[in-house]
C-alpha cells in the first residue's frame, strides 16, 4: 500500500525564539560588544566592535503588573525605544534605544509615572522571589508583599550606586526556596511538623509521590481506621513542607507557627570566589502582614553594615568571610544562637561548585 506524498510543512509549536524580542541593534552586535559602561544609577550604555551603540533605561516595578500598566510601558516603549522593552528576572522593567537623546526624557516620563530608574551597578536591585499568594498553590506566606515593604524601605539604595558592590536579594514563601541564593534572603521558616487530615489524604493523594517528596525519609505508610494513610515521624522531619506540594492533606502552613528566617552569603557567580550557599543569621520572625515591619527592619540593619564596613567590590559573603562571623553579628546587633551552627556536611567534598571544568 502506498502512501500519499506529504504536501505540508511542520510547524514547531511552542514559544517564539528569543532573537524575534531582541532590538535590531543588539540583534546585530550580538555577542560582539566592545564595552559597557554605567553614565549613571539606572541607565547602561553598550557599545559595540561595529560602533554601534544601545542605551539601556531600567526601571523598577511592583511585580503585580496590570494590564492597564503593561500598556502604559508599551506606550514609553513605542514612543522612545521603536516599541522593544523587556522585564528581568528581578521585576524590573528595561527599555532599549539607540538614540542619546531619548535617554533624559525617558527617564523623566518613567519617574512621573511612579517607577523609579535605578537597580544598576553598586546598588540594592529589586528583588528575585516566588509566585506568594497571588499564584503558588504552596505558599506559607505572600512573597510580592514582602518586596513590596522591602523595596519602599530600600528606595534610595535602588536609586543610588553607594554599595560596595551590587547587592541581589531574593525572597521565598516556602522552604523550598525558589528564590535561590542571593546575598540576603528572606525564606519562610516551618517551626512545626505538618498535620495530617487522614479522610482527606486517602481520597485525595498519592501515597507513593507524597513518600518519595521527603527528603529525610520522614513520611511512612500506616493505617488509621482500616484505611491506608501517611505518618510523619517528627523526630526526623525538617519541617521544610516539601510534602504539601504533593498532598494538600499534609498541612503545614500557619499564621503562628510559619515564620520568618533571614539568610545572608549567597553568589551564583564565578567573580573574584566561587559561589557560595547562604548561611542562616536570623529566624522566627513574625509572619506578619501586609508590612512585615520586622523582616524589613532586620534587613535593612544588615545593609547598612555592609554599606558601611565593605570595601570596593566586595559581594555581602566576602564582606562575611573578611571580617568573621563575631564581628558581623556585633555590627548587625543580630543575635547568634546554637541552630545558626552550619553543621551539614553531606556531599561537601564532592559537590561541584564553581563553572569551572574539572578532570
Known amino acids: 500500500m502506498s502512501s500519499q506524498e506529504r504536501t505540508w510543512k511542520t510547524i514547531e509549536s511552542g514559544p ?48 503585580q503588573d496590570t494590564v492597564d500598566m503593561l500598556r502604559s510601558l508599551c506606550d514609553v516603549a513605542d514612543k522612545y525605544c521603536d516599541g522593544f522593552l523587556r522585564f528581568t528576572v528581578r521585576n524590573n522593567v528595561e527599555f532599549l534605544t539607540p538614540n542619546a537623546e531619548n535617554v533624559e526624557p525617558m527617564i523623566a516620563e518613567l519617574e512621573s509615572m511612579g517607577f523609579p ?14 509566585q506568594g499568594w497571588l499564584h503558588c498553590d504552596i505558599p506559607a506566606t505572600d512573597a510580592s508583599g514582602v518586596v513590596k515593604s522591602m523595596m519602599d524601605s ?8 553607594q554599595m560596595p558592590n551590587k547587592v541581589r536579594l531574593s525572597t521565598s514563601c516556602c522552604a523550598i526556596n525558589c528564590g535561590g541564593q542571593a546575598d540576603i534572603a528572606v525564606v519562610v521558616k516551618h517551626t512545626r ?10 481520597t485525595t493523594c498519592e501515597l507513593p509521590k507524597a513518600v518519595a517528596r521527603c527528603p529525610v525519609a520522614a513520611i511512612r505508610p500506616t493505617v488509621v481506621d482500616g484505611k491506608k494513610t501517611l505518618m510523619v515521624d517528627e523526630a ?4 521544610c513542607g516539601a510534602c504539601f ?15 520568618f528566617a533571614i539568610w545572608v552569603g549567597g553568589k551564583n557567580s564565578n567573580a573574584r570566589v566561587k559561589p557560595s550557599t ?26 547598612k553594615a555592609y554599606k558601611a564596613g565593605g570595601r570596593p567590590w566586595e559581594r555581602v559573603g566576602e564582606w562575611i568571610d573578611r571580617i568573621g562571623w563575631k564581628r558581623f553579628f556585633e ?16 556531599a561537601r567534598t564532592t559537590f561541584n561548585q564553581s563553572a569551572h571544568v574539572r578532570f
Open 16 to 63: 517564539h525564539t528569543y532573537e524575534e524580542a531582541l532590538h535590531p541593534v543588539v540583534r546585530k552586535n550580538y555577542g560582539k560588544w566592545k564595552y559597557h559602561e554605567i553614565p549613571k544609577p539606572g541607565v547602561l550604555k553598550h557599545v559595540a566592535e561595529s560602533g554601534d551603540t544601545i542605551w539601556t533605561v531600567r526601571a523598577g516595578t511592583q511585580r
Open 117 to 130: 530608574v535605578g537597580g544598576t551597578g553598586m546598588c540594592v536591585s529589586s528583588v528575585s522571589h516566588t
Open 154 to 161: 530600600l528606595y534610595n539604595e535602588f536609586k543610588d550606586m
Open 193 to 202: 511538623p505538618p498535620r495530617i487530615n487522614h479522610d482527606h489524604l486517602v
Open 236 to 239: 526526623k522531619c525538617i519541617c
Open 245 to 259: 506540594g504533593a498532598c494538600p492533606a499534609m498541612e503545614i502552613n500557619h499564621p503562628e507557627h510559619s515564620k
Open 278 to 303: 547562604m548561611s542562616l543569621v536570623a529566624h522566627n520572625l513574625p509572619n506578619n502582614p501586609p508590612r512585615w515591619p520586622e523582616v524589613t527592619e532586620v534587613v535593612g540593619r544588615i545593609l
Open 331 to 346: 555590627e548587625t546587633g543580630l543575635t547568634f544562637d546554637e541552630n545558626m551552627i552550619d553543621s551539614y556536611r553531606h
